[in-house]
């Protein structure tokens, strides 16, 4: 782990109500109050429980952070079933995640979108998580690196280097998310490099050695520390393991410098 203060967040997905989420808050807030890490915990709730946890946060002034899991580029419109950046920003959401590949996939987010959400999230005060991650097949093919290359440079088109200072990069490997194959951790920092240095390109020294990069695939307590001890990756966003305290929590742990 490097200087970056690690960063360990939540994608609940399409899991759990208000009051269920709530309450993993709450469990989460009292282990990270114990544990008085420096460390940046988030949750991404689905929309229905963000307000409510937003106002748990704040009443109980936890140190958690607010992501959402998508988010339209519009500040508003006639876009019926989306949810604006305004709206985001009114919730207290700092973080939203773009990109996921069961975006890519199911919804057909192309890298265009992806960008045109990004440039968004940031005019609006929101820190994108951008995600980037190979198929199986890409990766059997040895063309990992020049793919990730590609999502990257696409999701962060016409982004200057004055705007690009809270970005969250995700690199998931599509192979291991849900399915409880991991990457290596060799195999993830070579990935997480090779980004670092693709920022350093795009926008220069001070942007590559302060973002941070994040693994995620099959993330447990059992092998966080793993991901964690390489230098380039600096925290996890977390599916499976992240709907309970249970196993969220140790992950928070295991990031602890
Ligand atoms: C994810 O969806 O971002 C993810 C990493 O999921 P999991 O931890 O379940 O593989």
Known sequence: MSSRKPLVAGNWK???????????????????????????????????????????????????????????????????????????????????????????????????VINKKVKSAISHGISPILCCGESLDIRESGETLAFIEGQIRAGLEDVSAARATGIVIAYE???????????????????CEHIRNILGDIFGTTIKANTRILYGGSVKAENAALFFAEKNIDGALVGGAALTAGAFNPIIAAAKT
């Open 173 to 191: 490997p599509i192979w291991a998310i849900g399915t409880g194959k991991t990457a290596t951790p060799k195999m993830a920092e070579e990935v």
């Open 14 to 112: 399409m899991h759990l109500t208000a009051a269920q989420g709530v309450s993993l808050v709450q469990n989460i807030d009292d282990f990270c109050r114990e544990l008085k890490a420096d460390v940046e915990v988030v949750v991404a709730p689905p929309f229905t429980a963000i307000h409510s946890a937003s106002t748990v946060i704040d009443i109980d002034r936890m140190q958690l952070g607010l992501a959402a899991q998508n988010m339209h580029w519009e500040a508003e419109g006639a876009f019926t079933g989306e949810i604006s950046p305004t709206m985001l920003t009114a919730a207290r959401v700092g973080y939203v995640i773009l990109g996921h590949s069961e975006r890519r996939e199911h919804f057909f987010e192309t890298d265009e």
